[in-house]
Each structure stands twice: as structure tokens, then as C-alpha cells.
């Protein structure tokens, strides 16, 4: 803290005090820009003055920082009075804007956990004075990105897997069936993600987005069959429970084969398995559930569903027998 009548008394002005301290403090180069140039190399050096900073640690040296050239005599203890005090380490600008960054490692939490906690501690801070805001950035952000777009991208493939479903039973409501299984992969992969105590990341999502995948296959490979047999003999119920036994082996083994092939990957064994350990939990928990939703669930959603439907061709073509637009002159 400067006293500027004292230093008016010993003929020393501000220029002065900040020019000599922050060559003592930091480098001249802030205050005198010097370049000298090799004419020979063609090379151009900055000439600066600075003082060793374990020469300038304590407040009795920098009380001690001349103020005028060539003389020991009024220094910064003579006008000014120094005092510990609190400044930012380090003042970033983004553009024009002035920022403070605050940091932090985590230590045994995850980082959506962190993330959520940073957010509720700004939330309460209440009202922020006009011009300040505060935004976390980070790999928190690029969580929130990924979390969204792997959302976003399973419900796209849960409605073009329905699309695709629809035009091939042409039929809305079997379609409709089919994804019966979906709710359970998602039931099971994070009741054993709960379980063994992971957390809802990239891994996991791309397991459960794997474990839809095989569980609407198996749904199909039924659905398939009950609809072919409920065409021939008119009851749903009945063709379910043939379908569901004709089709027990081979959803089965597509299960199993799959469980027991990511039992290694989810017990996180050896160096970084608890990285992808979530990915083979995810998977396991959902084909688990989804193949107990396959053999008793959805065959009771298809009786359900098509226990009063037709057993005629919903097809506008006209050169198919099954369909009521048949036209046998055209097929002759």
C-alpha cells in the first residue's frame, strides 16, 4: 500500500515504485523492452533484468527494492507498507472476458457423481452478482455429450428396429410385441450394474445397447415362429407356447454363449478391468432378464396382442394367395 504524499516528499512517483518492483519481482521485460540482435547469426535476444526468486522471499527484501537509479535510498519500505495478504494464483481471459479457473481431481467417486455434486454446491450459491456466471467445463461436460448422444442414438435404434419390425409382419401391434423384451434389459443390466456397485457410463450403455440388440433377435426368431403357426391353426395362445418351446434351445444357447463369454470382461480381472468391467455386467444383467422376458413374458404379450387378430394377408398386393386383393386372373 503506497503512500503517495510520502512519496511525493522523497521525489519518487508511481511509474517509479512499479517499475522498480516489478523488475524485482518478476523481469524488466515487462516494464523496459531491450533486444539486442547478433548481426552475424541474425538471431535477436531479450536483454532483461530479474532477481532469483529465492533472493526475494520475504517482506524485508521487498521492502528493501530501490526506487531510484543509482541509489540505495528511498526504497519500497520507505513509502510503502507491506503486508501478507490473498490474490488469484493465476487470471485466465477468455477473448475480452476475464476468467478464474478452479480445479479438482477425484478420489474414489465417479465422475457423474462429482459432476452432480459441483452442480448442486453452484446451484445453492443463489443469486450471482451481475456480470459473473459460472460454468463447469471439463470431462464432465464431455460426459454429459457422450450420455446424450448414446440416449439419443438407443432410442433411434429402438424405432428403427420398430419400423423394420412393422413392414415386415405388416403389422404395428407385433411389431410392438417384439419390443417387449427392451424394458427388460434395462430392468436387468442395471440391477446388476446396481449390484456390484458400478456406475452408468460409455461401457455400460454400449452393453446395454449390445444387450437390446441380441434380446429383439430372440424376440423375433419367436415372434417368427407363433406368428407362422397362429396363421395356420387361428390361436394365439396355443401357437405362443409351441413357438416358445420349439424356440427354447436356440435362444438359450444365443444367451448363454453370450453370458458365459463376458463372465471374464466383467469380473474386471488384471490391469484396467475396471474399465470395461461395466460393459460385460451391463450384458449379462440385460440378456439375463431379457431371455427370462422372451420364454414366459412375450409369449404371453403375443396372445395378448394377436388373440383376436385375422389370420388373413394384410398385404395390398394382388398376386398374393394369402391376401384378400388376390386376383387369380392376374397371377394366370
Do not use: C
Request: a negative charge.
Amino acid at each position: 500500500n503506497v503512500d503517495r504524499v510520502r512519496a511525493a516528499q522523497l521525489g519518487v512517483d508511481m511509474s517509479d515504485v512499479s517499475r522498480s518492483l516489478v523488475a524485482s519481482t518478476s523481469s524488466s521485460r515487462f516494464t523496459e523492452k531491450n533486444i539486442w540482435t547478433d548481426e552475424k547469426g541474425g538471431y535477436s535476444y531479450n536483454v532483461q533484468v530479474q532477481i532469483p526468486e529465492n533472493k526475494m522471499n520475504s517482506k524485508e527484501e521487498i521492502a528493501g527494492i530501490p526506487l531510484q537509479k543509482n541509489s540505495n535510498r528511498p526504497n519500497l519500505g520507505d513509502v510503502a507498507t507491506i503486508k501478507n495478504s490473498f490474490t488469484y494464483g493465476e487470471t485466465d481471459n477468455l477473448g475480452a472476458m476475464p476468467t478464474l479457473t478452479v480445479t479438482a481431481n477425484l478420489n474414489h467417486t465417479d465422475l457423474g457423481t462429482a459432476s452432480r455434486d459441483v452442480q448442486k454446491v453452484i446451484d445453492n450459491m443463489g443469486e450471482l452478482p451481475r456480470g459473473l456466471n459460472i460454468q463447469m467445463i471439463g470431462l464432465s461436460q464431455t460426459l454429459n455429450e457422450t450420455l446424450s448422444s448414446l440416449q439419443s442414438s438407443l432410442i433411434i435404434a429402438i424405432v428403427v428396429i420398430f419400423l423394420m419390425l412393422a413392414a415386415n409382419f405388416q403389422s404395428f401391434k407385433v411389431s410392438g410385441v417384439v419390443l417387449v423384451t427392451a424394458p427388460a434389459v434395462l430392468v436387468g443390466s442395471l440391477a446388476l450394474l446396481m449390484i456390484s456397485g458400478s456406475t452408468l457410463n460409455l461401457q455400460s450403455y454400449m452393453g446395454i445397447i449390445m444387450s437390446v440388440g441380441v434380446s429383439i433377435s430372440n424376440a423375433v426368431l419367436l415372434i417368427t415362429n407363433a406368428e407362422q403357426l397362429r396363421k395356420h391353426n387361428g390361436n394365439a395362445l396355443l401357437s405362443a407356447r409351441e413357438a416358445a418351446a420349439l424356440r427354447l434351445r436356440p435362444i438359450v444357447m444365443t444367451a448363454l454363449a453370450m453370458v458365459v463369454g463376458m463372465i471374464p470382461m466383467a469380473l474386471g480381472l488384471g490391469e484396467a478391468g475396471d474399465q470395461v468391467s461395466p460393459l460385460g455386467r451391463a450384458v449379462i444383467g440385460g440378456l439375463i432378464a431379457s431371455t427370462f422376458a422372451a420364454l414366459f413374458v412375450l409369449p404371453l404379450a403375443f396372445a395378448w396382442g394377436q388373440g383376436k387378430a385375422t389370420t388373413q394377408s394384410v398385404s395390398l398386393d394382388p398376386e398374393d394367395e394369402e391376401s384378400i386383393h388376390f386376383m387369380p386372373e392376374i397371377v394366370k
